[in-house]
């Protein structure tokens, strides 16, 4: 029998997860990205497996605080007015998936989706040889006052019957575990088991890297079109006028690949949920872990190359320039609980990133339905770096008949 291609489109963390798992089953593989590997969302995201995330971010709590995160422009949740008519269906379908009903059934899914994160992320820096890049450190959440942390206790709950516990700890005890933090600090909570990378970047051009040892192809290229054949996706037009005749076609191309399905029939809400990094390399912050503070969502992690401040979701669409103010912004937030967080300087780098949001948080992960010979692993929002390789994992053995160990249904391309 000839050995099976897949085309991947999109090198973020779930194309080349993809790539690496399909090569692990047999595959022969070629990315087409016209990024280099690992240089779009998943270059900047804040390095956290956050597989104990399994309440969706919009839920009963957080619908309370929208409104008044949408007054101030600098707030964690932004919208710039222009862009409202574009995104109102996908407000409306976030709106009604933030009933309880839903929210319980999406977070089962989610559930679901983070049992072999660690595993699956071992499996392939293992593969490529760079398990360092893995660092294995519990992490903390901190609350300015007794408020904050009761308003959590819900989350807390729902998560516990999940298995994941989180011990509290006085703010005494979280200065013991990290000097740098504010004598402010009321309380924490503190998770174990939990990982973080050292530098997401690296970390998908290490798979690739593999990928490519391991005999894969990397085009760099935009994909402008897929031409069909009936049901099924013969050939990619590629902006360079170079054509791609397709055996297995796998779209993962992030925050893009509703514009890819569209040209399948298949209609997908998909937000770019724009989120915001600063990375200081001379922080005056000696951190060991990864922090995130209750009073506005992100997250502030030691990396290789600085501290990164991370956060922020704004929907503007794909194209709408930065606002750096953002960016600044975190650099605001996190001075607050650690005093001695240097002011920005010439080595301090920005950046902006395309989340691929879906309404309700969940990834899309499965075949096309509309074409034989397609898959799709995009749309994981806030949960990418968490959720890739497992993603890659499931496409790679839906696309060679091997049962997966949870339901996929909640993931299907036709729920929107
Ligand atoms: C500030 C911030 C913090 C975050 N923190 C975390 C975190 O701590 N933990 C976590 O799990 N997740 C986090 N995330 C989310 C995570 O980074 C994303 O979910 C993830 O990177 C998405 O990966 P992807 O492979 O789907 O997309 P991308 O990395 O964007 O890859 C998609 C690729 O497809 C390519 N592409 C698309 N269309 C085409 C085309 N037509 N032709 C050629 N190429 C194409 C693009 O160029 C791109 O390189 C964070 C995100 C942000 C912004």
């Known amino acids: 029998m000839p050995q099976p291609h897949a085309t991947i489109i999109g090198a973020g963390i779930v194309g080349v997860s993809s790539a690496a798992f399909l090569q692990r089953a047999g595959y022969r593989v070629t990315l087409i990205d016209r990024l280099p590997p690992g240089e779009g969302c998943s270059f900047g995201n804040a390095g956290g497996l956050a597989f104990a995330e399994i309440v969706p971010p919009i839920h009963p709590r957080i ?3 929208i409104p008044g995160w949408l007054m101030d422009p600098l707030g964690p949740l932004t919208i710039r007015w222009s862009y409202l ?57 901190l609350y300015d006052n007794e408020q904050q942390f009761a308003a959590e206790a819900n989350e807390r709950a729902v998560k516990k019957t999940y298995g994941y516990e989180m011990k509290r700890l006085s703010g005494g005890e979280c200065r013991e575990l990290e000097p740098a933090l ?13 990982y973080f990378v050292t530098d997401p970047e690296r970390t998908v051009k290490t798979i690739a890297e593999h990928v490519v040892r391991q005999g894969g192809e990397i085009i760099a290229d935009d994909v402008v079109r897929i031409a069909r054949e009936g049901t099924t996706a013969k050939t990619l037009v590629l902006k360079s006028g170079r054509n791609i005749a397709l055996d297995k076609l796998v779209i993962c191309g992030g925050a893009y690949s509703h514009l890819l399905a569209r040209q399948l029939g298949e209609k997908v809400l998909l937000e770019a949920e724009r989120g915001y990094h600063m990375v200081l390399p001379n922080s005056g912050v000696k951190l060991s872990r990864s922090i995130t503070y209750a009073s506005t969502p992100g997250a502030a992690t030691p990396m290789d190359m600085g501290l990164r401040l991370a956060g922020s979701d704004e929907f503007a669409g794909l194209e709408a320039e930065p606002n750096w103010a953002r960016a600044d912004a975190l650099w605001k937030i996190f001075k607050k609980i650690l005093p001695t967080l240097n002011e920005p300087d010439s080595a301090t780098t920005r950046w902006m990133g395309r989340r691929p949001g879906t309404p309700d948080s969940l990834p899309v992960i499965g075949p096309s339905k509309t074409v034989s010979n397609v898959w799709y692993g995009f749309g994981h929002s806030h949960m990418g770096l968490t959720w890739g390789p497992t993603t890659g994992r499931l496409i790679s053995e839906l696309m060679t008949g091997t049962r997966s160990n949870i339901d996929l249904a909640p993931f299907r391309v036709d729920r929107f």
């Open 182 to 194: 504010s004598p402010h600090i009321h309380c924490g909570t503190f998770h174990g088991g939990w």
């Open 63 to 65: 619908l309370l605080k």
């Open 85 to 141: 008519p574009k995104a109102l269906p996908w407000f409306l379908a976030a709106g009604r998936n933030a009933l309880p009903a839903r929210v319980a059934a999406i977070t089962e899914a989610r559930a679901n989706l983070a049992l072999r994160v660690v595993a699956d992320f071992e499996t392939l820096l293992r593969d490529a040889g760079s398990t360092d890049l893995l660092k294995y450190e519990d992490t903390l959440r």
